[in-house]
């Protein structure tokens, strides 16, 4: 409903250009000096899809997530559930009121958190999800009347949800504008309030949705549910729903953006001769080969075996970052052929070399391999 991009019809990655462009051409057909009062609310959501997309700033703001324009400023609280208090909207702000306020009213977002492990982040998920939110009361249809009866216009106020008031005081007479207190500013009284939502037009209910993970997702990570969110005052339009993920840590897989690694030891003569070792990851048994001569800190890569690209197609690599492993323990016959190799390598008295501190020393797990 609230897609900035579907209503301007240019794609997600659309240069400001392009935005322009698309909403040029919509604003000459929907104005609705031309296309008539009907097209009026289109011309409405093209303007304010324009008025986000335009501005880099709102832009950001709603590619994270948060409608810039939505009433309340998008997200509620840490929680993201619970009633808006009405009045605390209407009257809190202190701001003259003209006119009646609608008693149907946009609902807010809501926010729910999904921990997912990093294999779902690998390769995406579907997950059922249990939402607590504010839905359309059944008993009255969001009317907020009890079934059989209706809403009536307020005498005191005409419908205008305002009274006005001549005072007198010592600057003369004083006109001032209040909301009118017999309808609260609705400018419309309930004589029966509906019993199952005490006249809310809406209640709170448990359900459960279904949720589409794409691959890529990390913690941070929000996804849209449109119209999933809370059912607004009076039967009002839901807000959005927001899921925000949050990834499990895996025992042997770090990611690192779309990639991962993973530390794989080896025995000292396996290094030096090579061997061929079969791995378990995400994609099943991979065969990883390591040549003779393999030393501490290389990194084999598994091309396309890390995590899927949220944006786009294709997936990260697999990192492997390989760990030699020098014998703590060697008994006499271990050591004697250890000593034999080390005389035929003329390596009885290795000559000292000094040289920089290798990287790994400080960083076990580095972003990047300078190559060998
Ligand atoms: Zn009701
Ligand atoms: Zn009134």
Request: aromatic share 6%; hydrophobic share 30%.
């Amino acid at each position: 409903m609230n897609d900035y991009y579907e209503i301007l019809g240019v794609p997600r990655d659309a240069s400001a250009d392009q935005i322009k462009k698309a909403y040029r051409k919509l604003a000459r057909e929907l104005h609705p000096d031309v296309a008539g009062p009907d097209a009026e609310d289109r011309f409405k959501d093209v303007s304010r899809a324009y008025e986000v997309l335009s501005n880099p700033d709102k832009r950001q703001q709603y590619d994270l997530g948060v409608d810039p324009t939505a009433p309340g400023g998008g997200m509620g609280g840490s929680g993201g559930f619970g009633f808006q208090d009405i009045f605390e909207t209407f009257f809190g702000g202190g701001q003259a009121q003209q006119g009646p306020i609608p008693r149907s009213r946009r609902g807010q977002d809501a926010l729910v958190r999904l921990d997912v492990d990093l294999q779902d982040a690998v390769f995406g998920t579907k997950r059922e999800l249990q939402v607590d939110t504010a839905v359309v009361c059944r008993t009255c249809g969001g009317t907020c009347c009890r079934p059989g009866t209706t809403m009536h216009t307020c005498e005191v106020c005409k419908g205008r949800g305002v009274v006005q008031r001549v005072q007198r005081s010592f600057l003369g007479q004083i006109m001032t504008t209040a909301p009118c207190a017999a309808c609260q500013g609705f400018g419309t009284v309930i004589p029966e309030p509906c019993v199952d939502c005490g006249g809310e037009g809406r209640v709170r209910e448990r359900r459960t949705i279904s949720v589409n993970v794409p691959a890529g997702v990390e913690t941070g990570t929000r996804i849209r549910l449109t119209s999933q969110g809370e059912v607004g005052p009076g039967g009002g339009p839901a807000g959005d729903l927001y899921v925000e993920i949050r990834e499990r840590q895996h025992e042997t897989f770090v990611r690192r953006g779309d990639d991962l690694h993973c530390t794989l030891e080896v025995p000292m003569t396996a290094a030096a001769l090579g061997a061929s070792m079969t791995l378990d990851t995400f994609d099943g048994e991979q065969e990883v080969d390591l040549r003779p001569g393999t030393q501490p800190a290389q990194v084999v890569t598994l091309r396309g075996l890390g995590v899927g690209h949220l944006n786009g197609s294709g997936r990260g690599d697999l990192q492997v970052h390989v760990e030699v492993h020098v014998p703590t323990t060697l008994d006499e016959e271990q050591a004697e052929l250890l000593r034999s190799l080390a005389k035929l390598r003329g390596e009885e008295h290795p000559e000292p070399r000094l040289s920089a501190a290798h990287p790994g020393v400080f960083s076990r797990l580095r972003d990047k391999f300078s190559g060998r």
